[in-house]
């Protein structure tokens, strides 16, 4: 199944960010994630654990071609999704469950086979208008990887519906290595 053209919304426009430019658009970053998300508590949902977790995701040291595409609402931010081709030996897939068939074969990666969809989030004001499913068009539209990944956490009904309604579906669970990370189910999507 291929990503066809991004929906066209009106008003809203997109603009891609490579690693060092969207370290420039750090602050508007985090207030889409403030504005996105309400605060859970959980050490690993905190504004600070989400923003050192995108500092790492950016460091210019970090193999990979990291792309942000952020959405604007009549010219304010109101949405951002990123993500990164798998490079060989990925960390991404330390800790994965897989449901079925073999481990070694499934993750092994030589940067051009998984793009991994790290984030996609909208203001919860916007939200329920097609600026997600937009985002995420947006994102893997010309990918030339074969396959996307992503992680859900397996009680966010709203988010896990979607996703299979976008196509996604559940190869198993993985627990990230940062500090509190939840357990996630683990989805793929075909991009070919």
């Given at each position: 199944?291929?990503?066809?053209?991004?929906q066209?919304?009106?008003?809203?426009?997109?603009?891609?960010?490579?690693?060092?430019?969207?370290?420039?658009?750090?602050?508007?970053?985090?207030?889409?994630?403030?504005?996105?998300?309400?605060?859970?508590?959980?050490a690993?949902?905190?504004?600070?654990?989400?923003?050192?977790?995108?500092?790492?995701?950016?460091d210019p040291?970090?193999?990979?071609?990291?792309?942000?595409?952020?959405?604007?609402?009549?010219?304010?931010?109101?949405?951002?999704?990123?993500?990164?081709?798998?490079?060989?030996?990925?960390?991404?897939?330390?800790?994965?469950c897989?449901?079925?068939?073999?481990?070694?074969?499934?993750?092994t990666?030589?940067?051009s086979?998984?793009?991994?969809?790290?984030?996609?989030?909208?203001?919860?004001?916007?939200?329920?208008?097609?600026?997600?499913?937009?985002l995420?068009?947006?994102?893997?539209?010309?990918?030339?990887?074969?396959?996307?990944?992503l992680?859900?956490?397996?009680?966010?009904?709203?988010?896990?519906?979607?996703?299979?309604?976008?196509?996604?579906?559940?190869?198993?669970?993985?627990?990230?290595?940062w500090?509190?990370?939840?357990?996630?189910?683990?989805?793929?999507?075909?991009?070919?």
């Open positions: 199944m291929s990503i066809g053209r991004a066209t919304l009106h008003g809203i426009e997109f603009q891609h960010y490579t690693a060092a430019e969207a370290r420039e658009q750090r602050e508007v970053v985090e207030a889409i994630f403030r504005g996105s998300y309400t605060q859970s508590g959980r690993f949902s905190t504004p600070e654990a989400f923003m050192r977790r995108f500092d790492n995701y950016t040291g970090r193999d990979g071609e990291f792309e942000l595409v952020m959405a604007r609402f009549e010219g304010n931010p109101c949405g951002q999704a990123w993500g990164w081709p798998l490079p060989a030996n990925a960390a991404w897939w330390g800790g994965l897989l449901d079925d068939g073999d481990l070694a074969a499934f993750t990666e030589d940067g086979r998984t793009f991994a969809l790290s984030e996609i989030m909208v203001l919860s004001e916007l939200t329920g208008r097609g600026i997600a499913h937009a995420h068009d947006e994102l893997l539209r010309n990918r030339r990887e074969r396959r996307a990944t992680l859900v956490r397996p009680d966010n009904d709203r988010a896990y519906k979607t996703y299979r309604k976008w196509g996604w579906y559940r190869v198993g669970t993985l627990r990230p290595g500090p509190d990370a939840p357990t996630f189910d683990a989805l793929i999507r075909d991009l070919e």
